[in-house]
């Protein structure tokens, strides 16, 4: 059975998917409510499943009308797709933001799951057995290069 994050997540994913303007606005404790579950549960959800490097903007504004927005960075075009990996890598990346993402490229089918796989061996940390940043900037030319190579067809 899954677990209480992993529901939410494909709750949130499923009604972002449904909205015309790949938007969302919740209220963080109804979304408790109706999972039965407490707040800070939502909260990890969203910062742990809902980052910049798994392609989703998000904003929240604190208080009685408060809210979180969640917005899907659309990557429907060749440009828009280079675009976003220029800002994303950039000279130095740690293993959670490139393995963000590749899970981001992969589920948007640019890549393909072995392709994913492959590049997540190669920048693993373990493989790079170099000090920081040392390490974080020679898997971020690692990781631009094959993504470069992969997606300029």
């Not at 677990?3 to 303007?21: A, C, G, H, R, T």
């Not at 903007?57 to 075009?77: A, D, F, H, P």
């Not at 030319?141 to 067809?153: D, G, H, T």
């Amino acid at each position: 059975m899954r677990n209480v994050s992993e529901v939410i997540e494909q709750y949130l994913k499923q009604v972002l998917q449904q909205s015309p303007d790949g938007v969302i606005e919740i209220q963080r404790n109804e979304l408790a409510d109706q999972f039965n579950c407490v707040p800070s549960q939502i909260n990890y959800v969203i910062s742990t499943r809902f980052t910049l490097e798994k392609g989703y903007i998000v904003e929240s504004k604190r208080g009685g009308g408060g809210y979180i927005r969640i917005q899907k960075i659309e990557l429907n075009s060749h440009g828009a797709l280079m675009d976003h990996i220029f800002q994303t890598v950039s000279s130095q990346m740690d293993q959670t933001m490139a393995e963000g993402l590749l899970y981001q490229l992969e589920e948007g089918g640019f890549i393909t799951p072995r392709e994913a796989c492959l590049m997540k061996a190669a920048i693993a940390r373990e493989v790079l057995a170099l000090k920081l940043p040392l390490r974080d900037e020679i898997r971020a030319r690692i990781l631009k290069a094959m993504l470069i190579s992969l997606l300029s067809k």
